[in-house]
């Protein structure tokens, strides 16, 4: 089920401890923007199924990685995105909006996408227990 637009950016707005919706779009699009280079195929598309359209779509239609980011270097180029973050303040932002994405996916789905993505990547979604099969 898809979530609606007004309650994902609330979900990240909150979660971000955000002042404004658009400071809360902003982050969600940086981050999924950069998610969406790392995914492929179906699942990409299934979880682009579950995100409000106007998100979906920045998931969809991402700029290719050249290879795979570890989650440490998915942090720093989140903040070389956002204008005036840090490291620590990125590390924010992508928990807020990533913990969101696993919100609005179910177990199944978020496991499929941990498995395409670097070890280490439960933690940025939030879901640090996250079992891994090899």
């Known amino acids: 089920m ?16 955000y002042s404004t919706p658009e400071e809360a779009e902003r982050c969600a699009r940086v981050v999924l923007a ?45 903040a070389a995105w956002i204008e005036g973050a840090t490291e620590a303040t990125a590390l924010w932002d992508i928990g807020a909006v990533l913990s969101t994405v696993a919100d609005a996916a179910d177990d199944q789905l978020m496991e499929q996408v941990l498995l395409q993505l670097p070890p280490g990547y439960d933690v940025l979604f939030g879901r640090p227990d996250a079992v891994r099969r090899s």
């Open 34 to 78: 950069l998610l969406g280079a790392h995914l492929v195929g179906d699942v990409r598309t299934r979880l682009a199924a579950r995100l409000p359209e106007t998100l979906a779509l920045v998931l969809l239609n991402p700029l290719q990685a050249a290879e795979p980011l570890s989650p440490e270097r998915f942090v720093r180029a989140t």
């Open 2 to 17: 898809t979530i609606r637009w007004e309650a994902f950016l609330d979900q990240v707005r909150e979660r971000g401890e």
